[in-house]
């Protein structure tokens, strides 16, 4: 193998794309020195375009080889050349053609700031009195040497991310500098320049101090009459000073060209002046400005020409930006916006497009400018205009997370790397990731990356922010903060006094002494809680009780003390605060739950952690938590937290409106079945006893079960269970009947076994045969009607089913009933009515007993249930509901009586529920108290003052219903 040949494989093994013309070139330069080659290969290996960069320096050394020998000298200037050299062709092409610029090289470059630069310029430049002469080329080199130097800083750091902030700041100070020197040739085109005070604002990215390699760079201008002249001469040689500039900056020669002058982020546009003066301005901003104006003008600063005026314009529309917030549909407009540049976006670009695109630059920069914007208005910490200034204002304040500020951070710094390696390849304004291969490649070398490694990185980051900016950018939380006016958002205690006055508190002063609990401190708790009360207050005050809510929040928060995750998500997921908001100020019985385990607000996150469980998840729940514990009463205690918790995700959803009254009344049944099953295993964890099924009877065993209800039950025992095996059945069921339903902080569920065959004085277990003796030979019609809704319920279920089976003739009695049975029926339902609605309550009142009421309907049913389930197997049904539709579909009643019974059940049912979520106790009668209705009615889905007609609305359902029961029960 020739020497030739052994070089080419050794480029191809170090990653050169053509390894024969590398080597070519390696060949000829050992033909003309003595001795080893003048530099090592390895110096290469961090290179972008390692072929660019060999060929670059090989028309160095020819064109000045003395200084090719001193670079070759200095490991360190080598490396900084090749770096630039295979990192962009155009400026591999400047140095070709003036390698004596390399010398900027020879030292380490290090940051010079806007002074810094701006002596560099000028001392290339040499302008005499402010006025530079030539063409401007010698302005196009120097800002080509600028961008050389600094992309070596860029391309030689051992983390590129980490100087991403940096690099871009930089290249700020050098378009200041350009805009400072470009002025001065514009100066020498512009006789009587003398006249006018010329103000270059810099907008956008160069505002911001994040410019890019090759980017239009966002200007306005301002102008003032200079000492002797008049305002409208000024303007007119202003206006040819900035149009001067704006070609000079453009304009394509020998030396290339610097970048596009844009601007059109003026007043008016394209169409508007292009030079104001400060009281035009001042006119425009305050009558005619856009929303998106004032966003433009977050980062506005001085960047050359007269400073002083500069900066008088920024004083001038400062406060404004500030006060964007408040503008009408801001908040809508700027989402739009955003939503409008997406959609522009070419489909086949889409993926790639690292400005733009969907989780990209500007979805970042978008999010942190929405944030500073609307909270900026009242703290005064977040009025800076970079994204990483605005983004560690916002995470060093507590308006985002430090975990989300990091990781939103570092997504940001990549994509700042990448957009800044991209375009420095080729000097071009792209924000495109390379779909060329050898292109991508290069990009990824520069990174310190492979191709596949890059492109992972890349779609991890956009990954990361369109899930932040998503939880971010449409946060209800920045709605509803968005409509609080600034003086709202201080929470000092005059405003917080006088907002809430307007927001219906009743008692101001007693909030105020919660809401100062609440922000007291310098914290990062409280200061997350003075971000949160504004919008909280506001939330509160939608439902019914927004004092009682403020201070159930005032309780939660001090239960949950420091705990991490609690205020974070309050703050991050804007839908949670809202909806524990709403929970607080309407419902006492889910507060009461939340105060016994605060943890349960983190139900609040999603949906699907408010989907009730099953009765078999349940059970297969409580199961693994009692069988945990050794001790029964830990055991116990066990069983009854896992009830306590169900309960608040069935009220939780119901509140919220994500629960109908079936699906509340399934879970709850479902819940006390598992309840009883768990109770029964531990209790046979201390009594040896038989097996025993239990029958739900009544609302559980109707799977209709409310807030308030007890489990009406039976208890079975096998056939032959008699004796000393009857006496432990017996003990079990006792003690599993104590140990669920004993008084304590969890809710208890009360066994009532009152329906049992003769009642408290019978047995409280029988056997399948007795109970069949039973309801054989000397039960009462009653019973039948109690058997109805009898089903298993607990414990084991073919116990139950035997039972149900030995009764299924009693229940559904064939031929229905005899004229004796139904009136016995009917005179059992009027001593109840007479005897069981509490003194000084109005019957029309009482949603059970009262006419039209729960009971009504149910005892109409099912005496239609008795007369006909023989010959209608359908309406052999424990639930009400089902049972009603049915007979209005076999043409038993008709259909506008079952639709009027029906409403009138969901009505009295939903009444009685929502009275337990309200008042946080069991309540049979509509509340006399109308702020107790108030809020019942918001919850039963009426708007705020709609009290009274949901009593109207209830009183007129109640009495429809009671004409039918008077025409059907009492007169069928």
Known sequence: MSRYQSQTGEFARRGFDSATASAAIWEKWQRRIDGDPPLDLAIFEPVADRDLALDSLERISSADPALFDRIAADPAWLGRVVLVLGGSSVLAQTLVRHPEEAEILREEPGPRGRDGWLDFFTARVEPVDGVASGNGDA??????????????????????????????????????AVLELSLAYARAEVPGWEKARLAVLALGKTGAEELNYISDVDVLYVAEPADGADAEE??????????????????????GTIWQVDSALRPEGKAGPLVRT???????????????????????????????????????????????????????????????????????????????????????????????????????????????????????????????????????RFQRALEHRVQLRRLRRTHLVPDDETALSHVARSLGLTSDELRAR?????????????????????????????????????????????????????????????????????????????????WFAEGPNPDFGLLAFRQLSEALGTTSWYLRTLRDEGYMAH??????????????????????????????????????????????????????????????????????????????????????????SDLASATVDAGLQVARRRVTAPEVGVIALGRWGGREMGYASDADCMFVVADGTEGEDLTRATELIRYATEIIGKPGPDPALVI?????????????????????????????????????????????????????????????????????????IRRLKSRMETERIPKGVPRERHLKLGPGGLSDVEWTVQLLQLRHAYDHPGLRTTSTLPALRLLAQLELLPQGQAVRLEEAWVRASSLRDAIMLVRGRAGDALPADFRELAAISVLLGYGPGEASRLLDDTRRLLRRAGDVVDAVFWKG
Request: glycine fraction near 8%.
């Open 139 to 176: 302005l196009r080199l120097a800002n080509r040497v600028a961008l050389i130097a600094i992309a070596a800083r860029d391309l030689g750091a051992p983390d590129p991310l980490a100087v991403a902030d940096d690099i871009a700041r930089e290249l700020a100070h050098v378009a200041d």
């Open 234 to 255: 000024a303007v007119t040689v202003a206006t040819r000073l900035a149009a001067a500039q704006a070609r000079l900056c453009s304009a394509h020669t020998a030396e």
């Open 278 to 412: 400060l009281a035009s301005c001042r006119a425009y901003y305050e009558r005619w400005a856009k929303n998106w104006e004032f966003q433009a003008m977050l980062k506005a600063r001085p960047a050359a020409g007269d400073l002083a005026l500069g900066q008088a314009f920024v004083d001038l529309v400062w406060p404004m930006v500030w006060q964007a917030g408040e503008r009408p549909e801001f908040l809508a407009e700027v989402r739009a916006m955003r939503e409008r540049v997406i959609s522009l976006i070419p489909a086949k670009q889409a993926e790639v497009e690292i400005k733009l695109g969907s989780g990209g630059l500007r979805d970042t920069e978008f999010s942190v400018q929405l944030l500073q914007l609307v909270h900026g208005r009242a703290d005064e910490r977040l009025r800076v205009r970079g994204t990483f200034s605005g983004l560690r204002a916002l995470v060093g304040s507590g308006y985002i997370g430090r975990a989300d500020g990091a990781e939103m951070a570092d997504a940001y």
């Open 458 to 538: 890349w779609r991890d980051s956009t990954r990361r922010v369109r899930r932040l900016q998503q939880r971010i950018f449409f946060s209800p939380l920045l709605d509803a903060v968005s409509h609080v006016p600034a003086e709202g958002l201080r929470l000092t205690p005059e405003a917080a006094t006088t907002r809430m006055h307007a927001l219906g508190f009743a008692d101001p002063q007693a909030a105020l002494g919660h809401i100062q609990s609440l922000i007291r401190g310098t914290d990062r708790r409280a200061e997350i809680q003075r971000q949160l009360l504004p919008a909280m207050l506001e």
């Open 579 to 668: 909806r524990l908001a709403r929970i607080a100020s309407t419902s006492r019985y889910v507060v009461d739950l939340l105060k016994r385990n605060p943890d349960h607000i983190q139900m609040l996150a999603g949906n699907d952690d408010l989907r009730p469980r099953t009765a078999e998840e349940l059970t297969e729940a409580m199961t693994r938590a009692a069988a945990r514990q050794d001790d029964p009463d830990k055991a116990v205690a066990s069983v009854r937290a896992l009830r306590r918790a169900e309960l608040c995700r069935i009220a939780l959803s119901d509140v919220l409106g994500l629960a109908d009254l079936a699906a509340v009344g399934t879970a709850l």
């Open 752 to 824: 009532d076994t009152d329906l049992r065959p003769e009642g408290k004085g019978g047995p409280q277990a029988r056997t399948v045969s007795s109970y069949a003796a039973y309801y054989g030979k000397w039960a009462s019609t009653w019973e039948a009607q109690m058997l109805l809704r009898a089903r298993p319920g607990a414990g084991d279920r073919a116990l139950a089913e035997a039972v149900l089976d030995a009764v299924e003739g009693f229940r559904y009695p064939e031929g229905g009933l005899t004229r004796e049975q139904v009136g016995e």
